[in-house]
């Protein structure tokens, strides 16, 4: 099994940052992809961001230009550099993590959530 630990939520003004952090643990073999998703009250959850093992990376059209999305492959963590937040991206985050377990298992995984609150 995998288990990612997410941190770096909380409140901010909108115009502020915040980042977010997910580390992944377990019987990991490697991981393909790691990300963020959000889901806001009463709305569907939504990819935020992904990077691939290959540092591809993919955004959502809201957040271009103002998020950024790195990964340390030597410690399985992804981060998201959220700037210039809005109010909008109020939501709880969500990690999510494509992984191959030592069993040779793949599969997605999801962490826990962290909140964000923009106020305005």
């Not at 990819?47 to 591809?56: E, K, N, S």
Request: proline content about 2%.
């Amino acid at each position: 099994q995998v288990q990612l630990l997410e941190s770096g939520g909380g409140l901010v003004q909108a115009g502020g940052s915040l980042r977010l952090s997910c580390a992944a643990s377990g019987s990991i073999f490697s991981i393909n992809r790691m990300g963020w998703y959000r889901q806001a009250p009463g709305k569907q959850r939504e990819l935020v961001a992904h990077i691939t093992i290959g540092d591809y990376t993919n955004y959502a059209d809201s957040v271009k230009g103002r998020f950024t999305i790195s990964r340390d492959n030597a410690k399985n963590t992804v981060y998201l550099q959220m700037n210039s937040l809005k109010p909008e991206d109020t939501a709880v985050y969500y990690c999510n993590t494509i992984a191959i377990t030592t069993g040779r298992v793949e599969r997605a995984y999801w962490g826990q959530g962290t909140q964000v609150t923009v106020s305005s």
